[in-house]
């Protein structure tokens, strides 16, 4: 957001204090909710203000002035995995992901055919450091599909579909038997009367079948820390709980939940290393989108 209401002077020179928000179209991030985000960049010298008009400011001339503003007006500079070292030799790059999902002991990946332990992470340069180890290592590979997240929206309209619901499109034979498969084998996930807590099935876990979507399930499992596993990431459609977890507990931490709704914590350190992250850290606005993106 601060990126690009800043972008936007840039390319404008000046912007109407009123008017800026036009330029989006009513878009929800770009409203009302983001004019705290608008203040502290007036407030710390990004933008400057002249009567109603707002341009670049003193700050943002030192902080992006160089290579012509490049850093404020490209998307991506750098890609997003992290180089990981040994020593003074390069032994590959990793998913970020694996170096701030929680872990019970040490840190450690699965790289160039071996394992290795975490022993120290520079955030602002992207750069892991580690040391050989017998075992234990993790690997990960960012695709496309793990970068979006599913809407509450779209993964209901998925659990609609499971539960009997035909798309309003004609559908031919083999798309039909592929369908009466994927509601087979996902029929003990949903239930008509609502939501599915399920232990077992797939492996030990306890699962909250939620088909809330990726932010709702990243919230509640911020929100129900008393319940749900500390050591899980968040999914589209369900949330991880406890293995001892009693009906008692779910009843308890339900009846809870609406007074300490929470968003997800985002790891600072993560934060630091982000492509942009000069905007106001407590604003409500700011820290959901970097909940969201330090969990993708």
Not at 56 to 79: K, S
Not at 212 to 231: H, K, V
Not at 270 to 285: C, M, R, Y
Request: some cysteine.
């Amino acid at each position: 957001m601060a990126q690009q209401v800043l972008a936007l002077c840039l390319q404008e020179h000046t912007v109407g204090d009123r008017l800026w928000q036009e330029w989006w179209g009513g878009l929800g991030p770009f409203g009302p909710a983001a004019e705290p985000i608008v203040r502290h960049l007036v407030g710390e010298g990004y933008l400057e203000r002249d009567g109603d008009l707002l341009f670049i400011g003193p700050e943002a001339e030192r902080r992006f002035g160089y290579r012509h503003f490049m850093d404020l007006t490209a998307v991506f500079t750098a890609a997003p995995e992290f180089t990981v070292l040994s020593g003074r030799s390069e032994i590959g790059t990793t998913d970020p992901q694996l170096l701030t999902e929680e872990v019970a002991g040490p840190r450690r990946l699965l790289l160039a055919g071996r394992n290795w332990q975490v022993t120290y992470i520079d955030w602002s340069r992207r750069r892991c450091f580690v040391e050989p180890v017998d075992g234990g290592g993790k690997a990960r590979w960012s695709s496309g599909r793990a970068l979006r997240a599913l809407s509450h929206e779209l993964t209901g309209a998925a659990r609609e579909v499971l539960l009997g619901a035909d798309p309003p499109v004609t559908l031919t034979k083999r798309a039909e038997s592929a369908l009466a498969q994927v509601r087979e084998d996902n029929a003990e996930y949903v239930h008509p009367d609502g939501t599915v807590i399920l232990r077992g099935g797939r492996d030990t876990n306890v699962r909250w079948w939620t088909w809330a979507g990726y932010r709702a399930n990243a919230t509640l499992a911020a929100t129900l820390t008393n319940i749900a596993d500390p050591l899980q990431r968040p999914t589209d459609t369900y949330v991880r709980l406890r293995e001892d977890l009693t009906p008692d507990d779910w009843q308890k931490a339900k009846a809870e939940a609406e007074s300490r709704l929470c968003l997800p914590a985002v790891d600072a350190r993560a934060a630091s290393g982000l492509k942009f992250n000069t905007a106001p850290s407590d604003s409500p606005q700011l820290s959901g989108d970097l909940a969201f993106s330090a969990h993708n």
